[in-house]
């Protein structure tokens, strides 16, 4: 099949409703076991027997995986038992009488066939005697009741055969769209500020070359969910070493090694380490630079970056109690913004500051909130040049202009 580990589950499904009950009843399983063995009960064999599980689990027991058991062949023959016949041991097979047809005429004649004497078993019984494979696992609640694990992955044959996983990579696609969105905003930004990339955008080319190259690939797994994990497996993890490179905190050794038997421990990490990746290794030229709030019209804030004070635009981001275009065109009227001591002056003497520029495009850098307004400060005006000079900046908004939130954003040009 050309797979290290061509076993594992297709599809299982169990009946919620006899679980409830006390009940294991299987409805439909299609599991091929490491020696080759297909078991498909919807096509050729019959289901295992209903397990009652006060009578097969010990009251204390908080967890269990339930496995489905196949015997073991003998070398010295005895693995077929006939309808009336009882054994001492596992037998692989066990006869059953069924009509067939005849083709060519209306005759129907009973023939013997052999069908797997499949049963479901726990991991905490005895079971050498038996070939397995886990399918499910079954937790307890604080009711005392039992119910699936939805978490638990076993082996698979098919990525699809598991709820949890495909979930995961449909919410791992999001972010990884909203991601290359975002980038491929920020290098627009680039291409119209310079005729190619600045030294400090080739990071931001690269990772959004790793995104644009996986994101199909990602998304035709999605869509057709019948590929092998290992498979899957080898693409998330190349996706995982592209974006380490833009990592700082982490290397090449935290990604999981593939287990095939204990896929859990495989797949939960790796998802996590991808999400974790998406969110550190994105290159942001954005610093958001903390206000105080010294009384109730006055905001202070500190330049602590040097950058912020020699190649950087900086964004006001307002929230107001007073309708959207109220604000957009009273705030940069009223709002006085300038050096701490500046502003001091302007509020006694009526002067202006640094002008304020309502803006109908947000800069993809910044955080898009849709209820805000969004205003960038003319750092060519002289006030401008004395904040930046004194290392610190300060805003007052007049109390006609509502109940105001502010937040700055600095946007480092290279």
């Known amino acids: 099949m050309g797979w290290v580990h061509p076993w594992g589950v297709q599809t299982v499904v169990f009946d919620k409703d006899a ?15 490491a020696d080759g063995t297909l078991i498909d009960t919807d096509r050729a064999d019959g289901l295992p027997p209903v397990l009652k599980l006060a009578s097969v689990l010990p009251t ?6 339930v496995l489905l058991a196949l015997p073991h062949t003998y070398a010295n023959g005895g693995n077929c038992l006939k309808p009336d016949e009882q054994s001492d041991r596992p037998v692989r097979y066990r006869q059953e009488w069924v009509p067939v047809q005849d083709e060519f005429s209306d005759c129907r004649e009973s023939m013997a066939v052999a069908r797997y004497a499949v049963s ?40 699809g055969a598991n709820a949890g996983l495909i979930n995961r990579l449909d919410l791992l696609l999001t972010r990884l769209r909203a991601k290359q969105t975002r980038l491929m905003g920020m290098r627009r930004e680039s291409n119209e500020r310079m005729a190619d990339f600045a030294v400090a955008d080739v990071s931001l080319f690269w990772l959004l070359n790793a995104l644009n190259s996986y994101e199909p690939v990602l998304s035709d797994f999605l869509a057709h969910a019948d590929v092998h ?32 038997d204990n896929l859990s421990a495989v797949f939960s990490p790796l998802f996590d380490l991808l999400n974790q990746l998406l969110e550190t290794s994105l290159p942001s030229r954005m610093v958001a630079i903390e206000l105080k709030k010294p009384g109730e019209q006055q905001w202070l804030g500190t330049l602590h970056d040097a950058r912020l004070c020699e190649a950087a635009d900086f ?77 610190a900046c300060a805003f007052y908004v007049p109390s006609i202009l509502g109940d105001i939130q502010l937040e700055l954003f600095a946007v480092l040009r290279t």
């Open 229 to 260: 994990p290992e498979l899957f497996y080898r693409e998330m993890v190349k996706l995982a070493g592209s974006l380490l490179t833009f990592s700082l905190d982490h290397d090449a050794g935290v990604i999981p090694r593939y287990q095939h």
């Open 60 to 65: 204390e027991a908080q967890q269990a995986t």
């Open 19 to 33: 679980l409830a009950l006390g009940q294991l009843k299987a409805d439909h399983l299609c599991v091929r076991f």
């Open 315 to 391: 964004y006001l981001s307002v929230r107001s109690s007073i309708p959207a275009h109220q604000l957009q065109t009273r705030f940069p009227l009223l709002c006085k913004a300038g050096a701490p001591d500046d502003v001091d002056r302007m509020i006694n003497r009526a002067l202006t500051g640094i002008p304020l520029i309502a803006l109908s495009h947000v800069p993809a850098a910044i955080p898009l909130r849709l209820e805000n307004q969004y205003f960038a400060l003319d750092l060519s005006h002289p006030a401008a040049k004395a904040m930046l000079a004194s290392g």
């Open 120 to 159: 479901l078993r726990f991991d905490s019984m005895e079971n050498g005697q038996y070939l397995t494979c886990p399918v499910v696992r079954l937790l307890r609640d604080a009711q005392g009741n039992w119910a699936f694990d939805e978490q638990f992955m076993p082996p698979l044959l098919r990525v």
